[in-house]
């Protein structure tokens, strides 16, 4: 079992934990009524919603392969036995990297460059700084989007302080990761931290790719794909609460809880924000919605969960054991990029 498996199965059974302590503490009973009084289709509108964001999240993907000439390079040095990497294999890679979003700011979805490593002999740091800029652009969309949210209602502004905090760590990554000679001269510092210095040592091959990436129009391309992609989700849970009968919700409510949540949630560096994004709805939903109980909130914020989060670790697994199937990617080989 490689590093990556086992992260997985942890957050998963940190999940498992979180959700049965939650339930508990609302009321199973409670929480189960809430349930049965839920409009199913709802759920099935979220989950579309889910699938429009991951399909622009690849488009991201793609994107950053396109720039650092990836699929041009693997395809010319591929060989008669193996398969060339086209936009349906890129799309199982994309997808079994959904399988590590519940690891600690997702940074389990590099498993996408272990494959491409295992598959191609793709150098791991050549498109490591990959998962990098979709996690930077996608931290700017939820600051807009949480900025829109709070825009629209007053008393929230000691949320403002994580904003600020967010974007200038956003700010201050592509500052420097973006320019080669301070990434360089940062490396430098790293590479002598006891235990941990010699990541950094190999972290210098990623500067070129980093570098390609964290330009302002490519990182505008895919900040609006960001913000694309979120809103869906935003939407998405938009219909969940208006899948309880006695809820009003609004679409502008909506979108600053979900945003806020999920921001929350992320620079908390918990798994999966597992923990720290349902907490923070369970305090604010109440708040802002009108007609939402405790255990319809809790029943809600399950659900959200579960076409979300939970969606994309399950179409994440599927992908990935649709990808063992090629030799390449089993057994030692796997493991040695995986260890690499």
Not at 116 to 136: H, K, Q
Request: proline share 4%; net charge positive; aromatic share 10%.
């Amino acid at each position: 079992m490689n590093r990556f498996t086992r992260r997985a199965l942890i957050g998963v059974g940190l999940g498992i934990l979180v959700y049965f302590g939650f339930v508990a503490y609302v009321g199973v009973r409670d929480v189960a009524t809430a349930l049965r009084s839920f409009a199913w289709p709802a759920g099935a509108f979220a989950l579309l919603m889910s699938a429009g964001n991951y399909a622009l999240r690849f488009g991201k993907w793609e994107a950053c392969l396109g720039w650092l000439n990836v699929r041009e390079s693997v395809n010319a040095d591929a060989s008669a036995t193996k398969e060339p990497l086209s936009l349906g294999r890129s799309a199982a890679v994309y997808l079994a990297g959904l399988s590590m979003s519940v690891t600690p700011g997702k940074l389990g979805e590099v498993l996408r460059s272990v494959l491409l490593r295992a598959a191609y002999g793709l150098p791991f740091w050549r498109t490591a700084p990959i998962v990098l800029a979709d996690r930077l652009t996608d931290l700017v969309a939820l600051v807009l989007l949480s900025a829109w949210g709070i825009a629209h209602f007053s008393g929230f502004d000691d949320y403002l302080p994580v904003l600020m905090v967010t974007v200038a760590a956003v700010l201050t990554a592509v500052v420097v990761l973006g320019n080669p000679r301070w990434s360089h001269a940062m490396l430098r510092v790293c590479s002598k931290i006891p235990l941990v210095g010699r990541v950094f040592v190999r972290a210098d091959e990623m500067i070129t790719s980093s570098a390609a990436l964290l330009t302002v129009p490519r990182l505008a391309v895919l900040t609006v794909l960001s913000v694309l992609g979120w809103g869906l989700e935003c939407a998405g849970f938009w219909w969940i609460l208006e899948g309880f009968g006695p809820v009003a919700a609004e679409l502008t409510a909506s979108v600053f809880l979900w945003s806020t949540t999920t921001l929350i949630g992320a620079v908390s560096l918990l798994p999966g924000g597992l923990g720290a994004t349902e907490i923070s709805l369970d305090v604010l939903l109440p708040k802002l919605t009108s007609g939402v109980t405790g255990p319809i909130a809790a029943a809600a914020i399950l659900l959200a969960r579960g076409c979300t989060l939970w969606f994309g670790e399950v179409v994440g697994a599927l992908a990935l054991v649709w990808l063992l199937r090629d030799p390449a990617l089993r057994g030692d080989r796997l493991q040695a990029a995986t260890d690499a």
